[in-house]
T-cell receptor
């Protein structure tokens, strides 16, 4: 089967940079995605890594290392509205497996 | 352009009853996936539909079944409801390519409460 692990909670200061890590176990996958979910809301797609390396989308960047079974989401210039849960997800063949989620709290 | 829509928003059912949840995908999308999300947990994959067929299924019992219609909309049916079925049910749509169907767009979800 597939499994993903993330830290349960992270706290960071407004304006700072925070990294949310994701380690995974899988026998095969197409890529690693990241989703944001605010309390009471639906997950929204942030980023996707099909290949090793860094993908940058505005203030958000995502990294994947297949050899280390590891990825991370980097959020820069943190804003209060970034307080939410963040999920990494393995994009497999006809199936997506989500991680346990990291609750990010941004403080003033 | 409407995004993914789901109905109903909230639902309260009694243990043992049956429920049907509905989902309309984002325009241009042909693949619908259903997820169950318990409070404080990540979404758990139930199954995925493409071309009106179930392509892949997660670790859910046969009480969970689904359907996709020719217009790509989908239904999730749950029979013999248990208290543990109480959760947020999310529908996600995407477009299938040769390397999978990533960048899913999620609907607002249906909050199911089983009493």
């Amino acid at each position: 089967g597939q499994s993903l692990e993330q830290p349960s909670e992270v706290t960071a200061v407004e304006g700072a940079i925070v990294q949310i890590n994701c380690t995974y176990q899988t026998s095969g996958f197409y890529g690693l995605s990241w989703y944001q979910q605010h309390d009471g809301g639906a997950p929204t797609f942030l980023s996707y890594n099909a290949l090793d390396g860094l993908e940058e989308t505005g203030r958000f960047s995502s990294f994947l290392s297949r050899s280390d079974s590891y990825g991370y989401l980097l959020l820069q210039e943190l804003q209060m509205k970034d307080s939410a849960s963040y999920f990494c997800a393995l994009e497999g063949y006809q199936k997506v497996t989500f991680g346990t989620g990291t609750k990010l709290q941004v403080i003033p | 352009d409407a995004g993914v829509t789901q109905s109903p928003t909230h639902l309260i059912k009694t243990r043992g009853q049956q429920v049907t949840l509905r989902c309309s995908p984002k325009s241009g999308h042909d693949t619908v996936s259903w997820y169950q999300q318990a409070l404080g947990q990540g979404p758990q994959f139930i199954f995925q539909y493409y071309e009106e067929e179930e392509r892949q299924r997660g670790n859910f019992p046969d009480r969970f079944s689904g359907h996709q219609f020719p217009n790509y909309s989908s239904e999730l049916n749950v029979n013999a409801l248990l208290l543990g079925d109480s959760a947020l049910y999310l529908c996600a749509s995407s477009f299938t390519t040769g390397t999978g169907a990533y960048e899913q767009y999620f609907g607002p979800g249906t909050r199911l409460t089983v009493t």
